[in-house]
C-alpha cells in the first residue's frame, strides 16, 4: 500500500452569495481555484436566519453538476424542468446541470441550524451539454457502514467492503463520504491511483500522514488535499471526528468560468450567457 501523503491544507473564505446568504467557500477561491474534476466546495453552518434565509433564487447552471449535502435543516428546490424537492437532513440533491437549467435553492425553515455543502463537479466537453436530470436520495436511501469505532455513510461510490451509493456517475466516477470516527480511531480505505482525493473535516481534528511520515493535524473546517498513492490512512485526534472523503477522476481538459457556467472555452461561455438571456434553457 502507498499512502496518500497530505499536500495541502486549505482554510475556506467567508463569501456572501444568492440573495445574501453567508457560506464558506474552500475549492473556487484563491488558495484552490479547482481541484479537477471539483470546480467549487461551499460549506454552510449557521443558527442565524439572518445568515440564510434570502436563500437562492432563481438562477442558472450549464457544464456541470451540483451536488448538495445537508447535515442540518431542510432546503427546497425547485427547477424549470419541473424538478422539485425538499432535503433534510442527511439527504442529498445531485443535478446534472448539462446544458442548462434554471433552479432555486431556499431554506424550509424560518430558524433553528443550518448546514451542508454544495460540491460542483465537472463535465467532460463530450457531456457538458447532456440533457439536464436530478436525483434525490433522503436520508434512508444513503447506506451507512459500520466497522470498528467506524460509521460511514456512502452518498455516492463504493467503498472497499463493497458498500456503494446511490449515485454514481462513470464521467468521473466520484466517491463521497461522510465518515465518522470514534475518538484515536483510524480509517484506513483503498483510493484508485489516478483519482483525485481531499478531506474535509466537519467536527473534531484528524492526523494524515505526511511527507515526514510523522503526520499532520488537520482541524475542523479545513480541507487537506492528498498526493499521490492507492490508499489513505487518516486518525482521529483526542476527540471524535466527522469529515468528508471526496475523491474523482480528473478530467485534464481547459476550464473556463463565467459565473454559474462552466465550460472549456471563453466562446462557449459567452454562447451560455447568450443562450440563458433568450430564454433558451
Ligand atoms: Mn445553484
Known sequence: MNKRKLQQVVTGVATTDGAGVELVRVIGQPALMDLDPFLLLDAF????????????????????????????????????????????AGGVQWMTAGKGIVHSEMPEQQDGLLEGFQLWINLPGSHKMVEPSYQEHDQSQIPVEERPATRIRVISGETSKGTTGPVSQPLTDPLYLDVSLELAGSFIESLPTDHTAFVYVINGSLNIPDENDDGQVVTRDQLAVLGAGDSVELTAGDEAARFLLIAGKPLNENI???????MNTEAEIQQAFSDYKSGNF
Open 45 to 88: 453552518r449557521s443558527d442565524n436566519p439572518d445568515d440564510y434565509i434570502a436563500g437562492f433564487p432563481p438562477h442558472p447552471h450549464r457544464g456541470f453538476e451540483t451536488v448538495t449535502y445537508l447535515l442540518n435543516g431542510r432546503m427546497r428546490h425547485k427547477d424549470n424542468a419541473g424538478n422539485e424537492g425538499v432535503i433534510e
Open 256 to 262: 473556463a468560468r463565467g459565473g454559474p457556467f462552466v
